[in-house]
């Protein structure tokens, strides 16, 4: 399998790497338009800050390539969020590939939110193995709220995506490489998508 981690200084690609070799499944880490569009499967990191984000992305055109993806994509986290419209971080507009409005945590927890949460209201093969209201980590201040495209959800306090599907994009809002168990049936089961 040609597995491609998109690498545009802006996401966490070496813990993802390591979960990936703990699979048995080595992965090329590119920010070439013809290694990402050749891939079988591409998954995309994200940590920091939106604007940011996108600068790197647009410093490499990745924001023109990414949306015309067609094979199985992964965003996690930061990379979940950029895959929507909108962001409250920054007032930053992203690729618009889920048209969806990622909000700041507006509540009395800590934020940002971070640590294990349970993921519940599974609804796809990302999921398959997983049980109800198993563990996963996070570490984030903005959110994408419930929506036709939530396939999981997390409460802090209020319910928010845990993941999201739009066509071939996937996106989980925590960290699957960090996640134990849970995380890695999580990276199989997009393997094997």
């Not at 924001?63 to 962001?87: A, N």
């Not at 409250?88 to 509540?107: A, Q």
């Not at 609804?123 to 398959?128: A, C, K, M, Q, R």
């Not at 960290?175 to 995380?183: D, L, R, T, V, Y």
Request: hydrophobic share 40%; aromatic share 12%.
């Amino acid at each position: 399998m040609n597995l491609v981690i998109v690498d545009y200084k802006a996401g966490n690609v070496q813990s993802v790497q390591f979960a990936l070799e703990r699979l048995g499944v080595q992965a090329t880490l590119s920010s070439d338009f013809e290694t990402i569009k050749a891939a079988d499967k591409v998954i995309f990191p994200g940590v920091g800050q939106a604007a940011s984000a996108m600068a790197q992305l647009k410093a490499r055109n990745l924001d023109k390539l990414l949306p015309t993806l067609e094979q199985p994509f992964f965003g996690v986290c930061l990379g979940m969020q950029l895959l929507c419209q909108h962001s409250e971080e920054g007032d930053t507009e992203l690729l618009n590939i889920i048209p969806l409005t990622v909000k700041h945590f507006e509540t009395e927890l800590k934020v940002p939110h971070m640590g294990w949460n349970q993921l519940e209201q599974l609804n796809s093969p990302l999921f398959n193995g997983v049980p109800e209201k198993d563990f996963v980590y996070y570490v984030h201040s903005y959110y994408v709220p419930l929506s036709d495209y939530t396939i999981a959800q997390t409460s802090y306090p209020e319910p928010f995506s845990a993941a999201l599907q739009y066509k071939n994009f996937y996106a989980a809002q925590f960290h699957p490489e960090k996640s134990g168990a849970a995380g890695s049936q999580i990276l199989k089961n997009f393997l094997a998508l």
